[in-house]
């Protein structure tokens, strides 16, 4: 019996130099491999000065040597073929395209049922009437989605959120995470028909359409399937490095930009007195336990400059905090505590303190750069 196709592929050296770009023209070369060594491994990609090394799940790997003559042993599949000739297209990066050639087709008894379709800043709202503003406020670039469809007639959909940097990836999935982790993923949440989580510079969402319980286990494997296929973990935002460790609830800690996620997530005003915006403040807002399952939340704010920080300082004074005294601290609405602060370009929000002293050591256990 013949063996799977093996292919050889090689380089007639480098043909172009451009934008620190090699150009290379591989040839191809078929032939029969016999051994029954498997050549599985997990996605990723990984580029530097010599190569550019790309690793698929379960079917093979390819390695381009810049400089070498004898190139990696491929597996033949037509469709992973596909596949490697689609990233090379692309620069060696996971997109929309090839997502919807690697995602597979069919999980467990659920087939994809329609076209994938593909989302942009412009288009998204075309998808998500009301919603889409929740993604724009990050850095959000393309939205790939996926109907499957199981006999019974019940739906499940995929949605795979490119964010554009792994910040942006946790920063969306951050501002609503209520049901418990999933374990999937670099953070997951799974509750009825819902699964969220984030990997690398993607945030994935896979809902039910109908029977929740009978959908369960086939969003889970997806979920499980789709996160391996996005390529290494990300770094979260360095801003949480600024966020005192004791007490802090990690579920209850966000990333964000503009005012819409902070309202998401506590009200502050309609107003945007903080003067929030994306693409020049970055935000992060956590919760802390006290007594009696209250919490104490805690809000950094980081301006471009300090004279911005300044002037949204002042703003939030006189509009949520007028009875403050010098020092930025007031009681609020409930009897409970509330501070501002400006830290050179940062301004810091101590909300429903339990005490003057919590507000206060709070603070003082922000973890500002060092000057």
């Not at 670099?186 to 969220?196: A, D, I």
Request: net charge negative; with cysteine.
């Amino acid at each position: 019996m013949a063996g799977p196709t093996r292919l050889e592929l090689a380089t007639s050296g480098v043909t172009g130099q451009r934008s620190n770009q090699t150009e290379l023209r591989p040839r191809l070369r078929a032939s029969k491999l016999y051994s029954e060594r498997p050549l599985f491994f997990n996605p990723l990609i990984r580029i530097d000065a010599a190569k550019i090394s790309i690793y698929f799940i379960g079917d093979a790997y390819i390695m381009l040597g810049a400089h070498a003559r004898t190139m990696a042993i491929l597996q033949f599949y037509p469709l992973l073929f596909a596949i490697i000739l689609a990233i090379l297209a692309t620069g060696g990066t996971v997109n929309t395209l090839t997502l919807s050639q690697a995602i597979p087709k069919k999980i467990l008894d659920w087939e994809a049922s329609e076209e994938d379709k593909i989302y942009d800043r412009k288009t998204i709202f075309n998808y998500i009437d009301g919603g889409a503003e929740v993604y724009l406020a990050f850095d959000f670039q393309e939205l790939f989605v996926r109907n499957y469809k199981a006999a019974s007639g019940d739906r499940i959909v995929l949605d795979v959120y490119d964010m554009g940097s792994s910040s942006e990836a946790y920063g969306v999935f951050s501002c609503d995470r209520e049901d418990p982790e999933a374990g999937i993923g670099q953070e997951s949440t799974f509750g009825p028909g819902l699964l969220r989580f984030w990997q690398g510079r993607y945030f994935v969402s896979i809902s039910s359409v109908g029977e929740e319980k009978r959908a369960e286990k086939v969003i889970l494997k997806l979920g499980q399937t789709v996160a391996s296929l996005l390529g290494p973990p990300g770094d979260p935002p360095p801003l949480l490095q600024l966020l005192p460790p004791e007490g802090l609830i990690k579920n209850k800690t966000s990333y964000f930009h503009s005012l819409i996620s902070l309202n998401n997530r506590y009200f502050v005003a309609s107003e945007n007195i903080l003067s929030l915006e994306k693409g020049k403040t970055d935000c992060v807002f956590a919760e802390y336990e006290e007594r009696d399952e209250e919490t104490t939340k805690l809000l950094i704010i980081r301006y471009p400059d300090e004279s911005q920080a300044e002037a949204s300082l002042q703003s939030f004074l006189q509009t949520c905090l007028p009875d403050a005294d010098s020092s930025g601290k007031a009681r609020d609405e409930t009897n409970k505590w509330a501070l501002v602060r400006r830290y050179e370009n940062f301004v810091v929000i101590v909300f429903e303190a339990p005490s003057e002293e919590r507000s206060e050591s709070l603070f003082a256990a922000v973890g500002f750069p060092a000057k």
